[in-house]
């Protein structure tokens, strides 16, 4: 069975701060690894991964995959009260039949 | 663009009732997927559509589920009769068929079943 664990569950920070957050995976047949955040209502996507070593980068967010730790990082410098949300990660598996296993999230609180 | 638009929003109903969740997936696309989010369990996929075909279905929790895709441009989760274990935000999503597409979310359902 697909595997997706997040850590940590949860993260309190103050603005300014720099975050890590992280995703491991047990997958078979992976295809990509993908980030979102969720704020009240609908995850939005931010990140799609492929390929290992390759920084995607988007304002302050960045995100890498290591296919061979099977691992990804997603870190939010300088960051703000905006950013206060669930993140998800989620690897997709499969080929013609491509699908979504998603992790736990980790819950991020940023105080002012 | 408008984006991937489910019906209702909030559904509050008592148990042993039948619950009909809607979802309108965005224009173009061919993958449609049904997920559960709660708690305990983070955001479940429960069936996923390829031109309006099942493919699986296997996280589908009992019987009382089930969901159709009569054409591209309209789904339908349904549950009956309704528990109140069946409590939790329903998530509808699509894609462009294939790996490496991402899903767009659409707001939820967030169902309560007393």
């Known amino acids: 069975e697909d595997k997706v664990v997040q850590s940590p569950l949860s993260l309190v920070v103050h603005e300014g701060d720099t975050v890590t957050l992280n995703c491991s995976y047990e997958?078979?047949?992976?295809?990509?690894l993908l980030w979102y955040k969720q704020e009240k209502k609908a995850p939005t996507f931010l990140f799609m991964l492929?390929?290992?070593?390759i920084e995607k980068k988007s304002g302050r967010l960045s995100s890498i995959l290591d296919k061979k730790e099977l691992f990804s990082i997603l870190n939010i410098t300088a960051t703000q009260t905006g950013d206060s949300a669930i993140y998800l990660c989620?690897?997709?598996?499969?080929?013609?039949?491509?699908?979504?296993?998603f992790g736990k999230g980790t819950l991020l609180t940023v105080n002012p | 663009d408008a984006g991937v638009i489910q019906s209702p929003r909030h559904e509050v109903t008592e148990m042993g009732q039948e619950v009909t969740l809607r979802c309108k997936p965005i224009?173009?696309?061919?993958?449609l997927f049904w997920y559960r989010q709660t708690m305990m369990r983070g955001l479940e996929l429960l069936i996923y559509?390829?031109?309006?075909?099942?493919?699986?279905d296997s996280g589908m929790p009992e019987d009382r589920f089930s969901a159709k895709m009569p054409n591209a441009s309209f789904s339908t989760l349904k549950i009956q009769p309704s528990e109140p274990r069946d409590s939790a935000v329903y998530f509808c999503?699509?894609?462009?068929?294939?790996?490496?597409?991402?899903?767009?979310f659409g707001d939820g359902t967030r169902l309560s079943i007393l």
């Open positions: 997958v078979t047949n992976f295809r990509s």
């Open positions: 989620a690897v997709g598996s499969g080929g013609s039949n491509y699908k979504l296993t």
């Open positions: 492929t390929s290992s070593g």
């Open positions: 559509f390829n031109n309006n075909v099942p493919i699986d």
């Open positions: 999503a699509s894609s462009f068929q294939g790996a490496n597409q991402p899903q767009h």
């Open positions: 224009s173009g696309h061919n993958s």
